[in-house]
């Protein structure tokens, strides 16, 4: 018998060992059978089969593992919340039940308010989250691959006019540019984005005031003047403590909730047959 259009072979397994799993519990089966959790080859080709279908491609030996890993932690979930009868009356299957389980153990956990000790150790230690990025306001003039035999060389000549001419004769030269002429405040994640990598990196290197280039970017060649740039700074704990003071603890409670189900998995015996190499990790 096929299964449904649109259900994997690891949902009808899955839909299945609860079924049985629930008629054990109720005609008094033996709670040591229960607690083994089988991964065979029968489940490992549904999962490669409904990974393959999405992306087009097997997964990895790592991607089938974490694959693997998460039916294994829906499963214990999904046998827990059976134990705790959390399926009565609710006609929601297995990954709602999954994830009151998962609430279960959210509730459960317990994160007393921080000292300050414990806050100014935290900002300490984790100063990459809060930094302001570097900043930068420039103008440029874009000369086009399509409009110019040689773009570079019409920049040196361009360069020469910036340089002597009015201050705002950057407006008039170079060619018609898609997006903006000058940016105020641009972190250099925006101006990569925006620009390619490669000019922002060139721009970051680059002293403010006075005409530089050419810089190429993923549109052409330009001519940059910097602006004003406001380098990276670390924000001082005073202005962000209520923010660092969040992090902190939805870092406790993710560790408590990691600690909560690592418990529920050793009631467990896993048992996974053999991964393999799929065709993409020996082609």
């Known amino acids: 018998m096929s299964a449904p259009r649109g259900v994997t072979p690891l949902v009808v397994f899955l839909f299945l060992g609860g079924a049985v799993f629930t008629f054990d519990r109720w005609r008094g089966g033996d709670d040591r059978a229960t607690r083994t959790i089988e991964i065979g080859e029968l489940q490992l080709a549904g ?17 089938l593992r974490g694959l693997v890993n998460d039916a294994i932690r829906e499963e214990i979930l999904y046998r827990e919340a059976l134990r705790l009868g959390l399926d009565r009356d609710d ?3 297995r990954r709602r039940l999954a994830q009151k389980m998962t609430f279960m153990l959210e509730d459960g956990v317990g994160v007393d308010p921080p000292d300050e000790a414990t806050v100014v150790a935290y900002h300490a230690a984790h100063g990459n ?14 000369l086009s691959r399509d409009r110019r035999e040689d773009p570079e060389a019409d920049a040196a000549m361009l360069l020469d006019q910036l340089t002597t001419g009015p201050p705002n004769a950057w407006r008039q030269l170079g060619d018609p540019f898609m997006l903006l002429r000058e940016y105020a405040d ?15 990196g060139v721009l970051g290197d680059l002293p403010p005031n006075g005409w530089r280039g050419p810089v190429r970017s993923a549109y052409g060649v330009h001519l940059v003047r ?24 939805a870092d406790r409670r993710r560790e408590l909730n990691q600690t909560a189900f690592d418990e529920l998995r050793e009631r467990y015996d896993v048992q996974v047959g053999d991964l393999g190499a799929s065709q993409s990790d020996t082609s």
């Open 186 to 200: 641009r972190s250099d994640q925006e101006i990569a984005e925006l620009f390619g990598s490669d000019f922002a």
């Open 47 to 63: 999962i490669r089969e409904r990974w393959t279908v999405q992306w087009d491609r097997p997964p990895t030996e790592a991607e």
């Open 226 to 249: 910097v602006v004003a740039r406001a380098d990276a700074q670390q924000l001082p704990l005073d202005e962000i403590r209520e923010r660092v003071i969040q992090d902190l603890l």
């Open 129 to 142: 989250r809060y930094r302001e990025p570097r900043r930068t306001t420039f103008v440029h003039v874009y």
């Open 91 to 93: 006609t929601i299957v």
